[in-house]
C-alpha cells in the first residue's frame, strides 16, 4: 500500500488526474472503474483539463461506473449516470457506449461484463464516513459481487445534502461488490477532510472486517491512498505500515 498525504483537495485531484491521465496514455483502451461523490468531482475537472489542453485522449477508454441508485433514471439530476455526463463524460471525448452503469436490469451480469472486456485496469475510489466504497455498507460480511444493497440511515443522512429532503433519498442500490473492485489491477482511493479521518484511520489500521468495508482493500498487492491532511489527521506513527510520500 501505498499512502500519499497531500496539502488540500486541489493537490489530491491533480495528483489523481495524473496517475489516471499515464495510465490512459499508457494503454489508451483502459478499463477505468469511476466513483461519484463530491470528493472525485476535481479529478475530473483536472481530466477534462488534460483532455483540452494536453490532448489526452479517452476515445478508446471504457467506464465502468461503481455504483447506481434504483429508482432514479438517467435523467434525473442526482442518478450518477446524471453526475458522470455533467461532470465529466459531456466534457471529453468518450464514446457513450463505452460508459457504463449498474443497474437493476444488468446486476447480475455485470461482473462477467468486467471480465470479458479484460477486467478494471484502475479503479478510483471515495470513501463513505462508514467507511463504505461504492455502496458496500458495514456489514457481517463482504460481498462477492455486483449486487442489490440497502443503505444505511448514515448513508441516506449522509447523501441527502444532494437532495431537497431526506425522503427523496433512495433506500436501495446496485453496487459493484467487494470481490468485483478487489479484482482491479490497480485501486486508487481518495478522500478530502476531516469528516474523513475516522474512515481513513479504521482503513490503514485495520482490522480487516466488513463493519469497515474499506479495511478489505489493505489486501490488494498495488493500493494508493491519496489523502489532504486533514483526512490524515489520526495517522500518527504510521510509517512503518505505509509507504508514505
Ligand atoms: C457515495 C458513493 C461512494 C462515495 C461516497 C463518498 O455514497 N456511493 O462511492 O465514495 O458517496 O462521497 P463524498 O465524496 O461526497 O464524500
Redesign the pocket.
Known amino acids: 500500500m501505498k499512502l500519499i498525504i497531500l496539502n488540500n483537495e486541489n493537490e489530491v485531484a491533480k495528483k489523481t488526474a495524473q496517475i489516471i491521465g499515464d495510465k490512459i496514455k499508457e494503454k489508451p483502451r483502459t478499463n477505468l472503474g469511476l466513483?461519484?461523490?463530491?470528493?472525485p468531482i476535481k479529478t475530473y475537472e483536472y481530466l477534462v483539463k488534460m483532455h483540452n489542453e494536453e490532448g489526452l485522449s479517452f476515445k478508446n477508454v471504457i467506464t465502468y461506473n461503481?455504483?447506481e441508485y434504483c429508482s432514479l433514471d438517467q435523467y434525473n439530476i442526482n442518478s450518477y449516470r446524471y453526475f458522470m455526463n455533467q461532470h465529466l463524460f459531456s466534457k471529453i471525448n468518450i464514446k457513450k457506449d463505452n460508459t457504463h452503469f449498474p443497474d437493476e436490469d444488468n446486476f447480475d451480469v455485470y461482473d462477467s461484463l468486467i471480465n470479458s472486456c479484460g477486467g478494471i485496469d484502475l479503479q478510483l475510489?471515495?470513501?463513505?464516513v462508514n467507511a463504505?466504497i461504492?455502496?458496500n455498507e458495514p456489514s457481517d460480511a463482504f460481498s462477492l459481487y455486483t449486487s442489490h444493497v440497502n443503505l444505511s440511515e448514515s448513508?441516506i443522512k449522509e447523501?441527502s445534502r444532494f437532495f431537497d429532503t431526506i425522503d427523496e433519498v433512495p433506500k436501495t442500490a446496485i453496487t459493484m461488490g467487494i470481490g468485483t473492485i478487489m479484482k482491479a489491477k490497480k485501486i486508487v482511493l481518495i478522500a478530502c477532510g476531516e469528516k474523513k479521518e475516522d474512515a481513513i484511520f479504521h482503513l490503514i489500521k485495520g482490522p480487516i472486517m466488513p463493519k469497515y468495508p474499506a479495511s478489505v482493500l489493505l489486501l490488494h498487492p498495488d493500493l494508493t491512498i491519496i489523502v489532504d491532511n486533514k483526512a490524515a489527521r489520526k495517522l500518527k506513527n504510521m510509517e512503518e505500515k505505509c509507504k508514505i510520500t
Do not use: P
Request: aromatic residues 6%; glycine residues 24%; proline residues 0%.
Open positions: 466513483a461519484t461523490g463530491s470528493t461503481l455504483d475510489l471515495g470513501i463513505g463504505h461504492g455502496f448513508t447523501n
